[in-house]
């Protein structure tokens, strides 16, 4: 089951995020397995965790996405030559909760775009995609939580 998209206020949010390049089509094989390598990484700095992995999609140039794998953490600390530090900006966000297999995530970002184009909500990039559900310890894919999250423009006073 997928919720309606919803707007919320969300603040400044430090995270910690191995960077790579990868194609559409490898995403799930290429992305996945850096999740165990950034909470190593994570343990290794003694630097606990303040919400879920997430895959940030920064940009696509010729068909090659740069992409985030990361976890958000409480204060901002300096990375390495393998894990980066960013931010996401304080401000308004769409978030869209898909509940389901991971295959279906496509489907649930035109889903989010849909709404969007008739909402006349103009959606910013990077997109991001929070994984809050463990399959390791909920199985069923029915029960996997995504939510895509996307930046909107400041409001106008």
């Known amino acids: 089951m997928n919720m309606e998209p919803k707007i919320e206020n969300r603040?400044?949010?430090?995270?910690?995020?191995?960077?790579?390049?990868?194609?559409?089509?490898?995403?799930?094989?290429?992305?996945?397995p850096l999740i165990p390598e950034i909470y190593e990484w994570l343990e290794t700095?003694?630097?606990q965790p303040a919400g879920p992995v997430f895959f940030n999609y920064l940009?696509?140039?010729?068909?090659?996405?740069?992409?985030e794998v990361g976890v958000p953490v409480e204060v901002l600390h300096a990375g390495d030559a393998r894990v980066s530090a960013g931010t996401f900006p304080a401000g308004r966000y769409a978030v869209y909760t898909?509940?389901?297999n991971y295959t279906q995530i496509?489907?649930?970002?035109?889903?989010?775009?849909t709404w969007a184009r008739q909402n006349n909500i103009q959606l910013l990039n990077p997109c991001i995609e929070f994984y809050p559900t463990d399959p390791a310890i909920k199985p069923d894919p029915a029960h996997w939580q995504t939510d895509i999250v996307r930046r909107l423009p400041a409001e106008k006073n």
């Open 45 to 47: 700095h003694k630097i």
């Open 98 to 100: 898909h509940m389901g």
């Open 11 to 32: 603040p400044e949010q430090p995270y910690l995020a191995i960077r790579t390049k990868v194609q559409m089509a490898e995403i799930p094989t290429k992305l996945p």
């Open 59 to 67: 940009d696509m140039d010729n068909g090659i996405m740069t992409a």
């Open 106 to 113: 496509p489907e649930a970002h035109m889903a989010l775009g």
